[in-house]
């Protein structure tokens, strides 16, 4: 069948103008059952031969729901109910879209060009582009990153005074990414919606962002899908255009869509009808983010007549894996409920494994999987998930160790996340005043008026001169080349280099850390951004430094850091992966070790703080999630003593050990910790942490000497003198009055006097 798939009469290029056309065939009259249908049980066929009216898919873990839908795209191409491009296929991840690229053209043969396959930004992108100017933007929009839509939140709140000290950008941002989620337009707001946020002004600021945007002929991730509302629902023709051509739409994960996202594919999905979507309640895990798992429960009354399908056999896991995690998740109340059964059984127990602190639990993971690798295990089939991103150090620091490779999926490797690299620059100049590049990153980190004019004339007198940065930077402080403010902020700056230089070798290094991030203002920037995510990298900051404790100094932690920064993964290696439990959704390995289910760190404190039972409740279907993700044998930890927030912790395991029915579950204790903790729970005095094995890695320098020292570089011959007619390209023409090294004061013709670095004068005759 592979040619009768070319050309695809509805690619892109073509698109808005082609009649529908007919679907590319009648349907072949099959001599037998296509094979990917043979080994699907009754429930799982089923689901993918009904093709035509809606069908939902409502089913536990790895019963199999994303292969019924990659199934049932084979299945409606070889039964030419469609072109590919006539297919809207959603799933969660751009990767889960590659692989069901992949496995579906392996199934058909079909060309992948051209297949409206990908993730709901993706796919809603993909149609704005088409119709950008319908919205008033043009078709090559960007699309922000973050960064870049908080500056502008942050521009607007200045144009507006707004205190954002008091509304931090932020704050106002997630709000609105919040109203996004829900499909909340700023004329879809009533007054009463935004509180006294930004002092009631908050819808207004939500406009003015929004025509900001427009200008700039650009949008954000939330508009991707809003402004597709807004075409699909004021322009029929556009409505109907889409209808003709989506004649299937499948859709992933059902459980974790939000409002937007719902109203988008309930619009499209108004033509043809054939909408299948699979999902499981239990795993919802992004109602943080605005997902509701009530669409799934709406899905009935929005399509009736709608066929739903439960699947039952879980092909994925060991009875004891499934037992346990069945066991886990019955404590939710707010849950439709199914049975979930499998034929492997005489699985091993699921491991319960306490230990002493957080380093202990990385040796042993480290350990297991040795002893898996020498079973031969592929890496590939073994994975860490954590809670937190901070959880991910000590694991990555092991496994470098014992030089197993491991790739970090969904995020950046500890050392490469923004707030590690900026404190890491502090740290660098600290100990290396010549490292321009670090200096440049925190010059204006946080903001203290250092903008770019100043980083300018730094540049320009480093290059003259052949000086460092921060060189440059003291010369400048005593002259009127750089304004005022930025003078006086970069002579704080400067002296407290010097300061937390002179600490070295006096202070211990993490103490001069975090003295260092409290004085520079670093830890107040993100202490003032109220997010979710600034409170992620308050976490990694304390472990960063609560990390440099392993090394003898900071010379010998910076050189370690430098070395795990070179450990660059190569891609498609045979690797173990280390994520977090949101990240893993979907996936599937064999082996899977689920550090850190302590109380406060899993259920994480937060979400028991913010939102009580419901987050409660969250946090454990994320526990389901990460057990249902093993199919051989999972692997818990919970640790006695755990470093959070920098402190060492006394820390009690997690309610969910408790919730995991006993007969599934092997629990295994450190020999020092004197039996089980989950019945006694453990009562230990504050400890220091035992010496690590890192020590013989970090090789150690003495403090003193020639790297900490500004090395004395050649200076180029500009002598002037008193009397000197020069130039200087901001102040113009003057007349030397003293010289003094390099710095000179000048009796300016139209400035009046002022003290410059020679550097930047010329003699009046060579000037212009
Ligand atoms: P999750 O809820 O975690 O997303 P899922 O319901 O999407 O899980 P799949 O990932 O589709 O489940 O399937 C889980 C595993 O079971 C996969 O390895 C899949 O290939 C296998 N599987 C599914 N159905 C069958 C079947 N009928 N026969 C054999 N293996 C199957
Ligand atoms: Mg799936």
Known sequence: MTSSWKPDPLDDAGAETTPEPAAPGPAPQLARTPYYLEGLNPEQRSAVEALDGPVLVLAGAGTGKTRVLTTRLAHLLTMRRAWPSQILSVTFTNKAAREMKERVSALTGAPVEGWWLGTFHAMAARLLRRHAELVGLKSNFTILDSDDQLRLIKQLLEAESIDAKRWPARL??????????????????????????????????????????????????????????????????????????????????????????????????????????????????????????????????????????????????????????????????????????????????????????????????????????????????????????????????RLLTLGIPYRVVGGPRFYERVEIRDALAYLRVIAQPDDDLAFERIVNTPRRGLGAATLKTLHQLARGTRVPLTEAALRVVDTDEVGTRARNSLRTLMGDFQRWRDMIGRVPHPELARIVLDESGYTAMWQNEKSPDAAGRLENLKELVAAMEEFENLQGFLEHVSLVMENTATPGADMVNLMTLHSAKGLEFEHVFLPGWEEGLFPHQRALDETGIAGLEEERRLAYVGLTRAKLRAYISAAANRRIHGLWQAALPSRFLDELPEEHVEVRADPGLGGDLRETGPSFAFQTPRQSGFMARSRPVTLDGVAYAVAERPRPDKAFAAGDRVFHRKFGYGTVRTADNDKLTIGFDHAGEKKVMDSFVVPADQAG
Request: one cysteine or more.
């Open 172 to 397: 106002i941002h997630g709000v609105i990414e919040r109203w996004k989620d829900k499909g909340l337009t700023p004329d879809r707001l009533k007054p009463d919606d935004a509180g006294d946020i930004a002092g009631g002004r908050l819808i207004d600021l939500y406009r003015a962002y929004q025509e900001r945007l427009r200008t700039l002929n650009a949008c954000d991730f939330g508009d991707l899908l809003l402004h597709n509302l807004a075409i699909l629902q004021d322009n029929a023709e556009v409505l109907t255009e889409y209808h003709r051509r989506f004649r299937y739409i499948l859709v992933d994960e059902y459980q974790d869509t939000n409002v937007a996202q719902y109203l988008w594919l309930r619009l499209l999905a108004q033509g043809h009808k054939n909408l299948c979507c699979v999902g499981d309640d239990d795993q919802s895990i992004y109602g943080w983010r605005g997902a509701e798992v009530g669409n799934i429960l709406r899905f009935e009354t929005d399509f009736p007549g709608a066929k739903v399908i439960r699947l039952e056999r879980n092909y994925r896991s060991t009875d004891r894996i499934l037992g346990a995690a069945s066991g886990l998740i019955a404590q939710n109340r707010g849950r439709l409920g199914k049975t979930l059964f499998t034929e492997s059984a005489g699985g091993e127990h699921v491991l319960v494994r306490n230990v002493w602190d957080g380093e202990e639990e990385a040796r042993w993971v480290g350990d297991e999987i040795e002893s898996l690798q020498r079973q031969k295990t592929r890496l590939s089939e073994i994975a860490i998930l954590v809670r937190a991103g901070f959880q991910m150090r000590e694991f990555e620091e």
